[in-house]
Nanobody, 124 residues
Framework: QWQIVESGGGLVQPGGSTTLSCTTS????????VGWFRQAPGKEREAVGC?????????YLEELKGGRFTLSRDNGKNTAFLQISGLKPEDTGIYYC????????????????WGQGTQVTVSS
């Protein structure tokens, strides 16, 4: 039976950093791309980025392409990571990770396996 658990969220001050983890079991983890998504209150879920099977990080948000975030994975631990720095209040939301057995893509419908999400709140 598979499982995906996100962790590392919480209350963060503006300008701070956080590292989110996506820990999985029941998968051949190295054979999956890992997408990261977020859902702000009252808004649709949007793609944040993805780490490919070959550990390449891809950003889907223009605001994060200035080096504010880092995507990585540790196949030995069946875990992927999303590190975000320079956090802003508009980064507040529930962050999800999801697995795709083919490749990185920004469409939620292409991911079959999802975690329950972890809340990130950016506030002073």
């Amino acid at each position: 039976q598979w499982q995906i658990v996100e962790s590392g969220g919480g209350l963060v001050q503006p300008g701070g950093s956080t590292t989110l983890s996506c820990t999985t079991s029941g998968f051949g983890f190295g054979g999956y791309a890992v997408g990261w998504f977020r859902q702000a209150p009252g808004k649709e879920r949007e793609a944040v980025g993805c780490v490919s099977k070959s550990s390449s990080g891809i950003s889907y948000l223009e605001e994060l392409k200035g080096g504010r975030f880092t995507l990585s994975r540790d196949n030995g631990k069946n875990t992927a990571f999303l590190q975000i720095s320079g956090l802003k209040p508009e980064d507040t939301g529930i962050y999800y990770c999801a697995l795709n057995g083919d490749y990185c893509i920004e469409y939620t419908s292409r991911y079959n396996y999802w975690g329950q999400g972890t809340q990130v709140t950016v506030s002073s």
